[in-house]
């Protein structure tokens, strides 16, 4: 037992301390959470906009209303409908790559190609996950903001967003989790990331072993932070239900 203790200690001294390639894991690690909370705000924001769209566009259909206004949230609608299509029915290396080789070919900031290509990517799923947020939400709570003179607008913003909020805090949380498992990918456009990293110190000493196993713990520590600050999250929303 104590050598194979030993021999590990021996490996990670190699494949980590020699040569200070630690220093590519703090960098890569970096490259990664950048990637990951900006596509993130990117996501949310094209979430919350999109299923916003689609929301107002179903109760428009149930009023039966017309009008240019009636007729430019059904051109938005349609508009959506295709990005969730062709986002959805697509893989995220793909998009990236076209992204990378085609769209933003002029782009030499590879960490600015994997921000939009993971945000555009997450928000076609936030979107859905905030349209069946807002669906939770009772439709009363919609009625009453408009009772008492709210418009259409300021009632989803300040009554219905806030209360979907809460209901689909968990599978945001998964989304998140998803997200940040899901930039490994970026190392096909060449992206220096914690995979790239990994691999980088694997080749170079010759023991992929101990290199993939710190990888994947480090991935699970990732993985179990934003699970824990999910949860002080969700306490803390439920803390401020008891006191309303």
């Known amino acids: 037992m104590s050598e194979w203790f030993s021999g590990i200690k021996a490996k990670f001294i190699l494949d980590f301390i020699a040569d200070q390639r630690w220093k590519y894991i703090t960098d890569g690690l970096k490259v990664t959470l950048e990637v990951t909370f900006l596509a993130l705000i990117l996501g949310l924001v094209l979430g919350a906009v999109i299923a916003v769209i689609r929301t107002t566009h179903d109760q428009l259909k149930e009023d039966q209303s017309k009008g240019f206004g009636s007729f430019l949230i059904k051109l938005a609608d349609l508009i959506c409908r295709v990005y969730?299509?062709?986002?959805?029915?697509?893989?995220?290396?793909?998009?990236?790559?076209?992204?990378?080789?085609?769209?933003?070919?002029?782009?030499?900031?590879?960490?600015?190609?994997?921000?939009?290509?993971?945000?555009?990517?997450?928000?076609?799923?936030?979107?859905?996950?905030?349209?069946?947020?807002?669906?939770?939400?009772?439709?009363?709570?919609?009625?009453?903001?408009?009772?008492?003179?709210?418009?259409?607008?300021?009632?989803?913003?300040?009554?219905?967003?806030?209360?979907?909020?809460?209901?689909?805090?968990?599978?945001?949380?998964?989304?998140?989790?998803?997200?940040?498992?899901?930039?490994s990918v970026v190392s096909f456009v060449g992206a220096a990331d914690l995979y790239v990293a990994f691999n980088y110190i694997g080749t170079n000493s010759y023991e992929f072993m101990v290199p993939y196993l710190v990888m994947a713990l480090i991935y699970i520590a990732l993985v179990l932070i934003i699970s824990l600050l999910i949860k002080l999250m969700e306490r803390s929303l439920k803390k401020s239900d008891r006191r309303n």
């Open 84 to 183: 969730l299509t062709v986002i959805r029915g697509t893989p995220t290396m793909v998009q990236l790559l076209i992204m990378f080789f085609i769209v933003l070919a002029s782009s030499n900031n590879k960490v600015m190609v994997a921000v939009i290509t993971f945000g555009v990517n997450s928000g076609a799923y936030v979107a859905e996950i905030f349209r069946s947020g807002i669906m939770s939400v009772d439709k009363g709570q919609m009625e009453a903001g408009r009772a008492v003179g709210l418009s259409f607008g300021t009632s989803m913003m300040k009554i219905v967003i806030p209360q979907a909020v809460k209901n689909i805090l968990p599978t945001l949380g998964n989304e998140f989790i998803s997200l940040i498992k899901e930039t």
